[in-house]
């Protein structure tokens, strides 16, 4: 393709897509006690949650700029005209930095985009300029076509618990400490590519119960690919799944996958989201 795609391991996109449009994933680092490990090479989701259950410190670090920069000069190496740069929020991580500055003496022209997503809802932007940048469509295109997707893209989310989002400085440690001192189960959603908080349920299930009622509601009667991510509650986003494929008329794609051990090490187990994505 005349423009190539780089993006990050926290798209979670499947190996089948990688490969057939030639996206290059640069992963991040997940840090277990003082171990350094590369996402979807070293470590797994389900190490991660066993660390956290086991209490051991768990955090994580964006990747060095010299490997966007290698993936740049691969993109060169292979004829590539230019490259589109695609990454979870800046808001949310230094990975959307470390691009722009490897970007800064790639070898050919790259844009680096900060989509302001994670998970599938940067999947399936990365998946939109892919199909644009395989049909042959211009640097501008290809980042139009993402920038379209991500515009339209929404993310909702339960957690177990505040705490580990509290841990990871991705949540107040007031708002973390009410939640708990009130038993309050959380749903939460990204808006300006910041997790905030969208409603206060009482139990568990009454949370996944209006997890399921926003994604119906969200999605209306337009054509929607979902996402439904977990960490270690496979069995309840396979439920969650089977009810929104019953119940979103104009449902296109629907993937089942859970989160990478990044977003796993901020969330903690228990998570379910959902990612309604308009086409």
Avoid: W
């Avoid at 956290?52 to 768990?58: G, N, Y």
């Avoid at 400490?177 to 009454?206: C, F, N, W, Y």
Wanted: charged share 20%; glycine share 10%; proline share 4%.
């Amino acid at each position: 393709m005349p423009v190539a795609l780089v993006t990050d391991s926290t798209a979670y996109l499947s190996d089948e897509a990688v490969t057939r449009y030639g996206i290059d994933v640069v992963p991040l680092c997940v840090v277990i006690g003082d171990q350094v490990l590369a996402e979807g090479v070293d470590v797994s989701p389900g190490d991660v949650a066993e660390a956290m259950q086991r209490r051991v410190h768990v955090t994580t670090s964006r990747p060095n700029p010299e490997a966007f920069a290698a993936a740049y000069r691969t993109a060169a190496a292979r004829g590539a005209d230019a490259v589109v740069s695609l990454h979870l929020s800046a808001e949310l991580s230094g990975t959307y930095e470390a691009a722009l500055l490897a970007a800064e003496d790639a070898p050919l022209p790259v844009r680096v985009l900060d989509t302001r997503m994670v998970g599938m809802a940067l999947g399936y932007c990365v998946l939109a300029a892919a199909a644009t940048a395989q049909a042959g469509g211009t640097i501008d295109e290809v980042v139009n076509a993402a920038e379209k997707r991500a515009a339209g893209t929404t993310g909702f989310f339960y957690v177990d618990t505040l705490e580990y989002l509290r841990r990871g400085g991705r949540i107040g440690a007031a708002r973390a400490m009410l939640g708990s001192a009130l038993a309050v189960k959380p749903l939460l959603h990204l808006a300006d590519g910041r997790i905030q908080p969208l409603e206060k349920v009482r139990t568990s299930s009454r949370a996944i119960a209006r997890l399921e009622e926003i994604a119906i509601q969200q999605a209306g009667s337009a054509e929607v690919d979902l996402a439904v991510h977990h960490l270690a509650a496979e069995q309840g986003a396979l439920l969650l799944a089977e009810r929104l494929r019953e119940r979103i008329p104009g449902l296109g794609e629907l993937h089942v996958g859970e989160v990478g051990a990044v977003i796993g090490a901020h969330v903690g187990p228990g998570l379910l989201a959902v990612v309604v994505s308009p086409r």
